[in-house]
């Protein structure tokens, strides 16, 4: 239990479907990230927010719209998705500031499959 | 460009010791952290360097070379429950906010 709870562990869905992937952590944190991860790829920075500003947009496909309603709680609404989009998506979370080195707490994602 | 460059697999025996190499290129660097990954599961923190030299927790060791832009991660005692990925990742500050630029992750398989 890492204290980051992700939903649904898995999700299919059709190019032209409209779904959300949600996060949760309860471990008081500030900032929270979305990653993708593609087998033998890094892992990918989608988005950061602090303190429920979005302060980090790595180009990310219009398609993929986060959403920060409060410190706890990390959305990714999902539209229009492409079979390349396929992948896990995995969410963090860790204390802002940049003081000292404040390690990242992950969930265990949701595995995507695009049809 | 930023770039993270460590091995893909790694095999080693049960009991034995085995070293991970991590070499970055990255426009920001404020320290280099790693994780492990076990099959299905999430990305855990193991161990942060800041400054140059050896952190020891355990079993595991991280060690870091600001100069070279290189470190490595050590596990002694191999157990089977290593078997795993293991990423490092330059901790990059240079947009006033903590993020993470993650290498391609190390598969490390132990066996009997």
């Known amino acids: 239990e890492t204290g980051v709870t992700q939903t649904p562990r898995h999700l299919v869905m059709g190019m032209t479907n409209k779904k959300s992937l949600k996060c949760e952590q309860h471990l008081g944190h500030n900032a929270m990230y979305w990653y993708k991860q593609s087998a033998k790829k890094p892992l990918e920075l989608m988005f950061v927010y602090n303190f429920k500003e979005q302060t980090e947009n790595n180009s990310v496909p219009s398609r993929f719209s986060p959403e920060c309603p409060n410190s706890s709680h990390l959305f990714l609404h999902l539209h229009t998705l492409q079979p390349e989009d396929s992948a896990l998506y995995l969410c963090?979370?860790?204390?802002?500031?940049?003081?000292?080195?404040?390690?990242?707490?992950f969930g265990d994602g949701t595995r995507l499959s695009i049809l | 460009g930023q770039s993270l460059e460590q091995p893909s697999e790694v095999t080693a025996v049960e009991g034995a010791i085995v070293q991970i190499n991590c070499t970055y290129q990255?426009?920001?660097?404020?320290?280099l952290s790693w994780y492990q990954q076990h099959d299905g599961g999430a990305p855990t923190f193991l161990s942060y360097?800041?400054?140059?030299g050896l952190e020891e927790t355990g079993r595991f060791s991280s060690f870091l070379s600001r100069s070279d832009s290189y470190g490595y991660l050590l596990l002694q005692e191999l157990q089977m429950k290593d078997s795993a990925s293991y990423f490092c990742?330059?901790?990059?500050?240079?947009?006033?906010?903590?993020?993470?630029?993650f290498g391609a992750g190390t598969r490390l398989a132990v066996h009997p």
């Open positions: 990742a330059v901790r990059d500050l240079s947009g006033g906010y903590n993020k993470l630029i």
């Open positions: 963090a979370s860790s204390h802002a500031g940049t003081g000292e080195n404040q390690p990242q707490h």
């Open positions: 990255t426009s920001g660097f404020y320290g």
């Open positions: 360097n800041g400054l140059d």
